[in-house]
């Protein structure tokens, strides 16, 4: 796989086996990129509703393909150093980042006070997965 050189690769300290800080910061990396292309699969063709919807189901596809490349290596690498539920946390708080400027900047729609409420209780809420 590309990136079991780079981001798979554990280091000795002390005797005691330590991942690398890529193995934390990759998936990180990965799943904003692959959240951009599926935010782009399910709301990009919003903006194409004059478009025959098997056109734009066709087309979500095939953006979503590039969404996977990117999410599966992401969660497979994150896996070493998070456990599911904070992988998930992860996901839903880059959702909610990427969703609000795709929102604005691509789509026009104005963020209110209330969505922004909604989103900092979610974001609120992931501290407690984070807890050990």
Known sequence: ?????????????NG???PEMSNYLL??????????FMTFAWYGHLKFTDRPLWIVILVSWAIAFFEYCLQVPGNRIGYRVYNPAQLKTIQEIITLVVFVA????YLGAAIKWNHIVGFALIVAASFFIFLD
């Open 1 to 13: 796989m590309l990136y079991s050189n780079v981001a798979l690769k554990y280091i000795e300290t």
């Open 16 to 18: 005691n086996r330590n």
């Open 27 to 36: 998936p990180i990396a990965l799943l904003l990129g692959s959240n951009v």
């Open 102 to 105: 795709f929102s604005t900047l």
